[in-house]
């Protein structure tokens, strides 16, 4: 039996394995491997560790359907809302601009249930602790190797980290990828920010007319949520919890320090823009490294529409990926329908016997990377080898300027 891999628990990592394990041709043992404890990405959940029921959204805190991925999109939304993973946003968010067609959504279970979700009906075998350093070509088959613990060999490949983690990777995958390439990927670049989760004890009051609130006015805070007051489940079993995101600026200025020194600063600055608020019972700050992207590498219009070849010699390899228009939303689309055309036969360049694809990927909507890797595994999967990088930067299964951390 094939054995698949896909790095990376979060968004991109649990819809690309839940479509693998879907609508795969043949029977193939799906792993998931994440270097966190957790599942999530940046769209993880933090719980208290005084009360399991309280919990937090440190990422992504509501997510926007607008009017183009609609209808593409519709039978996700269906089905996450359905499962009751989704909500309408009824809860009033002070500053927040809502442009015409578009809608919000919430998870009242956190967000990371929506990774959780498609984790489950992947059928994966999902592993945490995995933080891949290393990959290699061996006998036909990909070698991939970790901090800890013996490299395992797969026949499938994606890679869903951000690209100064994929830079980072030693081994095989480093020569595959040109100077020019290589370049390309160093260009795109991330904001930085901090998290803070506040847990309190039952019975807490938090008076504040809002569950969410942008600040304009503070050099550290650039938005705070009652976190279970904005998801619809506030219950007098259970504390209220409020996160604070920070602004860029301050991220950046203290991203080398201690998360207990960062905390600190926040919880100063928070008394100052809501005076009085209760002692929490407990605390998470999360660094955001890679918070949101800012640039994305470009490729030019006459490189092939957002198909590239990384060399012109046994094994082959692509790459592929799209770049920045002004009609930004259509962008995906046409990355896949290039990527299915410069891959069949007839129009690639090369013969069927091209073993490894890299897939990079520096802002896509779900639907698109995924079906376009499907695509890939079906036509190709009688051949040794399938390689793809997915580059998350900022996935969403809905649009990817509108996947919102604060």
Known sequence: MARALVVGAGLTGGVCAALLGRETPRPAHLT???????????????????????????????????????????????????????????????????????????APQGVSSIIKHYLKESGADVCFGHRVTRVDLRDDRWEVSTETGRPERFDLVVLTMPAPRILQLQGDVANLISECQRRQLESVSYSSRYALGLFYEAGTKID???AGQYITSNPCIRFISIDNKKRNIESPDVGPSLVVHTTVPFGVMHMERSTEDVQELILQQLETVLPGLPRPAAAKCQRWRHSQRKKRAMWSRERLFGCLRCNRTRPQVVLARYFSTRDA??????????????????????????????????????????????????NHWNLPNFFAICQSNLVSIFCYHNFHFY
């Open 329 to 378: 939303c259509n962008v995906p689309q046409g990355c896949v329908q290039s990527i299915a055309r410069r891959l069949h036969p007839e129009n690639l360049g090369f013969p069927m016997q091209a073993r490894q694809v890299i897939y990079q990927n520096a802002a896509v909507s779900l639907g698109f990377f995924p079906k376009s890797v499907l695509w890939l595994y079906r």
């Open 208 to 210: 504040v007319p809002w």
């Open 32 to 106: 998931v491997w994440e270097e966190a404890a957790a599942p999530g990405g940046r769209m993880c959940t933090a719980c208290s560790p005084h009360a399991p029921g309280s919990t937090v959204d440190l990422g992504a805190q509501y997510i926007t359907r607008s009017p183009q991925r609609a209808g593409p999109h519709a039978r996700f939304y269906d089905e996450l809302l359905a499962l009751g993973l989704l909500e309408p946003l009824t809860s009033p968010i002070e500053g927040m601009v809502v442009k015409e067609g578009e809608c919000n959504f919430v």
